[in-house]
């Protein structure tokens, strides 16, 4: 077993998501690389107690210069807010580590550049979280577009909802600020997650017209106050691409304000001969659509059919903790030269592709017309 140590740039939701994805590989049976948790860092002391828990992760550290200059740290996964990305991302390239980034990868499209440049020059090996596409109904759904079983493709729709906003109560954090997380607000939020399973099939978006919407512009500060809230909280994309050479709707949904929804990230490819719908509200559900003399939708219970072999039982249903330690499997498999065909994480180029589509679908919004992507 080969073991490769980690740093955490970020200890809030998604460090701590990490850190306890680490802390039970021992569920993982089919992948010769164990990740160590050595080092933590994040500006908020408190953030740094909850690590306490973890007796790997020896250093925690209010500065992450600190963490980059341990030489017990080989890869560094960076979660803080979105204006914070640029500059930590290419620090952690300059320390001469390997990064697990976090979306929407720089706080807009030229950042989003800016790094991928960074990422050329120091030849490290960088990808992007993005775990939805690891779900196993997921995994099927791409598996069955890529097999040419849609016959003509119709129409795709991809997207990830949630309505924690609808509660006008709850306190404003950095995601609702422009400045801490970009003009594109939930389309840097929550876009990565739709974009990725099209772009890695190859369906990018040539142009598109977007309705975006904003939530509530007030919202208590947590601290007896109240803050302004200016970004996007949803957002309609309805876009062209071109799938052997048909022109082919593609609509991406990002919403902050879906009544109902927790974290449900969904997908359905519609073809002349076929058809696919998986939604992470249903995490052990596939649809498939047959068309013969009579048609079908079939409705199968995949149940915890993960690319990396576990423990858990075949008949289980899988969860958001699961598909993050399938990102991170996939991330140090392939890191490894062990991925053997199986399905990778976001790459920097997919991320920069996702920042196209979010800095038209603004233009869009703001011109109130159809936009051309940046090829
Ligand atoms: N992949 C996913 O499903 C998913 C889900 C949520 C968030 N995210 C992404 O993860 C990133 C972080 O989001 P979050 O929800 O964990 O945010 P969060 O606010 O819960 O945590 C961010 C942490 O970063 C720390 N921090 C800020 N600046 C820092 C600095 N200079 N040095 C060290 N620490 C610093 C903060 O103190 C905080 O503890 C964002 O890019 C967000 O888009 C991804």
Same mark, same amino acid.
């Given at each position: 077993?080969?073991?490769?140590?980690?740093?955490?740039?970020?200890?809030?939701?998604?460090?701590?998501?990490?850190?306890?994805?680490?802390?039970?590989?021992?569920?993982?049976?089919?992948?010769?690389?164990?990740?160590?948790?050595?080092?933590?860092?994040?500006?908020?002391?408190?953030?740094?107690?909850?690590?306490?828990?973890?007796?790997?992760?020896?250093?925690?550290?209010?500065?992450?210069?600190?963490?980059?200059?341990?030489?017990?740290?080989?890869?560094?996964?960076?979660?803080?807010?979105?204006?914070?990305?640029?500059?930590?991302?290419?620090?952690?390239?300059?320390?001469?580590? /390997? %990064?697990?980034?976090? !979306? =929407?990868?720089?706080?807009?499209?030229? #950042? $989003? &550049?800016?790094?991928?440049?960074?990422?050329?020059?120091?030849?490290?090996?960088?990808?992007?979280?993005?775990?939805?596409?690891?779900?196993?109904?997921?995994?099927?759904?791409?598996?069955?577009?890529?097999?040419g079983a849609l016959g003509r493709i119709l129409e795709?729709?991809?997207?990830?909802?949630?309505?924690? /906003? %609808?509660?006008?109560? !709850? =306190?404003?954090?950095?995601?609702?600020? #422009? $400045? &801490?997380?970009?003009?594109?607000?939930?389309?840097?939020?929550?876009?990565?997650?739709?974009?990725?399973?099209?772009?890695?099939?190859?369906?990018?978006?040539?142009?598109?017209?977007?309705?975006?919407?904003?939530?509530?512009?007030?919202?208590?500060?947590?601290?007896?106050?109240?803050?302004?809230?200016?970004?996007?909280?949803?957002?309609?994309?309805?876009?062209?691409?071109?799938?052997a050479?048909h022109?082919v709707?593609?609509?991406?949904?990002?919403?902050?304000?879906?009544?109902?929804?927790?974290?449900?990230?969904?997908?359905?490819?519609l073809g002349t001969d076929g058809g696919?719908?998986?939604?992470?509200?249903?995490?052990?559900?596939?649809?498939?659509f047959?068309r013969?003399?009579?048609q079908?939708?079939?409705?199968?219970?995949?149940?915890?059919?993960?690319?990396?072999?576990?423990?858990?039982?075949?008949?289980?249903?899988?969860?958001?903790?699961?598909?993050?330690?399938?990102?991170?499997?996939?991330?140090?498999?392939?890191?490894?030269?062990?991925?053997?065909?199986?399905?990778?994480?976001?790459?920097?180029?997919?991320?920069?592709?996702?920042?196209?589509?979010?800095?038209?679908?603004?233009?869009?919004?703001?011109?109130?017309?159809?936009?051309?992507?940046?090829?």
């Amino acid at each position: 077993m080969k073991y490769t140590r980690i740093g955490i740039i970020g200890g809030g939701l998604m460090g701590r998501e990490i850190a306890s994805a680490f802390a039970r590989w021992c569920a993982l049976t089919d992948i010769s690389v164990t990740p160590v948790l050595t080092a933590v860092a994040d500006l908020n002391p408190q953030a740094l107690e909850w690590f306490e828990k973890i007796p790997s992760c020896h250093l925690r550290t209010t500065d992450y210069h600190t963490l980059l200059a341990s030489p017990e740290v080989d890869v560094v996964y960076v979660a803080v807010p979105h204006d914070q990305h640029e500059k930590i991302y290419t620090d952690v390239l300059s320390a001469g580590k /390997d %990064l697990l980034a976090e !979306k =929407p990868f720089g706080i807009d499209l030229a #950042s $989003a &550049k800016r790094i991928l440049k960074a990422v050329h020059e120091s030849g490290r090996f960088v990808r992007c979280s993005s775990e939805m596409p690891f779900f196993p109904g997921a995994l099927r759904a791409f598996e069955y577009a890529k097999s040419g079983a849609l016959g003509r493709i119709l129409e795709v729709v991809s997207g990830f909802h949630h309505s924690s /906003d %609808l509660d006008p109560t !709850k =306190p404003a954090n950095w995601k609702r600020l #422009s $400045a &801490k997380c970009g003009e594109g607000g939930a389309l840097n939020d929550l876009g990565m997650h739709a974009c990725h399973v099209p772009l890695r099939l190859g369906w990018t978006p040539q142009r598109l017209f977007a309705q975006l919407q904003k939530g509530y512009a007030q919202r208590p500060d947590g601290k007896g106050g109240s803050a302004s809230c200016d970004t996007w909280d949803n957002a309609l994309i309805h876009a062209w691409t071109n799938i052997a050479g048909h022109e082919v709707p593609l609509r991406l949904e990002m919403k902050r304000l879906a009544p109902g929804a927790t974290n449900t990230w969904f997908l359905e490819m519609l073809g002349t001969d076929g058809g696919i719908r998986f939604s992470t509200a249903e995490p052990k559900t596939l649809w498939v659509f047959e068309r013969a003399k009579e048609q079908w939708w079939k409705r199968t219970e995949l149940g915890f059919g993960t690319q990396f072999k576990t423990v858990t039982g075949g008949i289980f249903e899988p969860g958001f903790a699961d598909v993050i330690q399938q990102m991170w499997a996939a991330y140090l498999a392939e890191r490894d030269g062990q991925l053997d065909g199986r399905f990778g994480c976001a790459t920097p180029e997919e991320a920069v592709a996702s920042h196209k589509i979010f800095a038209a679908a603004l233009k869009s919004q703001r011109e109130s017309a159809v936009t051309t992507v940046e090829p």
